[in-house]
């Protein structure tokens, strides 16, 4: 009987040498909840309002503390021309580029018969594989799909316990009943964050995301691997859940990748949206508005001052959408580097 591996204890229990590990992505992270609510989980349209706020707050703010005030320096030299002439440049140039990003996202869908015609057979080989693992259709809806995946490994690891229940070896059952609550208890969990999700919303993926498959695949062979005393029927049990485990991987991966398409074009339509009210205000800020357009003061702080700081804002806006939708797509990405049970994070070894 082989000894159980000491260093894999990085686990929801803690306890030396327990094979569970942290399943969701926030617990596998080690990282504060407004963090990855900020990254992830949030509306990108209210992060792109909460940037644009500590923006106009942060240039509002400023000039409070910096000598001479704005209104002073506005008027004796163009630092309102010069702002956004310099805008209007960056506005034509992004959103350019995003059109340029929208074509390439869109190239992917497009393409000669035969092309097509391979990307149908791969994808209806797959669903072929999976109807006959599940032992009945595949769901057509994206999150029903996943979860029928998760509940299939839930009804493989209660098989691989039922299967060593009556193993006189008790490190054995010990190991796969720690691995079966794993799974079990990761599958309620990401079964009920996909129950009613959206494809196109984060939800989907983000539940995906907290799926840990991969360590548990990882488990598996080595549960395999170091109990050489197995019966066949154990054999088949861990080949089994091992098998239903891989699927996901795959599964995943595609639900992935056709939510980045969906977030880059919708990313594309956004800055659109948003640079024609953009280079608008730039417009009417170069052309019109000076240093004396704007006579007084609100709060203590000259009127042109409010007036620069939220044309600035608006401006910045097609930018801020980029950023708010690239942080979440680099964040997953980062985090779904590897699909086989490769450690890429310190906080997992």
Same mark, same amino acid.
């Given at each position: ?39 992830? @989980? ?15 707050? &942060? ?33 034509? /140039? !992004?959103?350019?580029?995003?059109? /340029?990003? =929208? ?49 299939? =490994?839930?009804?493989?690891?209660? @098989? ?17 009943? @720690? ?5 079990? !208890? ?10 009613? &999700? ?11 995301? =907290?799926? =840990? ?69 730039? !417009? ?5 508005? !000076?240093? @004396? ?42 985090? /779904? ?13």
């Amino acid at each position: 009987m082989s000894e159980r591996h000491g260093d894999s204890n990085d686990g929801n229990s803690g306890g030396d040498g327990e094979i569970s590990t942290a399943n969701t992505m926030r617990e596998r992270a080690d990282e504060s909840r407004l963090k990855l609510r900020l990254l992830l @989980e949030s509306n990108r349209l209210v992060v792109t309002g909460v940037l644009a706020a500590f923006v106009f707050v &942060a240039f509002v703010v400023s000039s409070a503390f910096i000598y001479p005030t704005f209104r002073s320096t506005a008027i004796a030299g163009d630092v309102i021309e010069t702002m956004f002439s310099a805008m209007i440049g960056a506005v034509i /140039t !992004g959103t350019t580029l995003v059109v /340029t990003i =929208n074509q390439l996202v869109l190239s992917q869908e497009t393409g000669p018969l035969g092309d097509q015609r391979q990307r149908m057979s791969d994808a209806m080989d797959y669903r072929t594989y999976a109807s006959e693992l599940l032992g009945k259709t595949t769901p057509s809806d994206p999150s029903a799909f996943l979860s029928e995946l998760v509940r299939l =490994n839930e009804k493989r690891a209660n @098989e691989l316990r039922d299967a060593v229940e009556e193993s006189e070896n008790d490190q054995l059952r010990e190991e796969v009943g @720690e691995l079966t609550d794993s799974i079990t !208890g990761n599958a309620d969990t990401v079964t009920d964050q996909l129950d009613g &999700a959206e494809f196109g919303t984060f939800e989907v993926l983000s539940a995906a995301l =907290n799926f =840990n498959y991969s360590w548990k695949v990882f488990h598996v062979e080595r549960i395999r691997e170091e109990y050489d005393n197995l019966t066949d029927g154990q054999r088949t049990a861990l080949d089994e859940l091992r098998t239903a485990l891989v699927m996901f991987g795959p599964a995943r991966e595609h639900i992935k990748t056709l939510y980045f398409q969906w977030a880059l074009v919708s990313l594309s339509q956004l800055i659109l949206y948003a640079a024609v009210p953009a280079l608008t205000v730039a !417009g009417i800020m170069l052309a019109f508005v !000076g240093g @004396e357009s704007f006579p007084g003061a609100t709060l203590g702080l000259a009127n042109v001052l409010w007036v620069v700081a939220g044309a600035f804002t608006v401006t910045l806006i097609p930018f801020l959408l980029f950023t708010a939708y690239v942080l979440r797509i680099a964040t997953v990405a980062k985090r /779904t580097l590897a699909m086989e049970p490769l450690i890429l994070r310190d906080s997992q070894r």
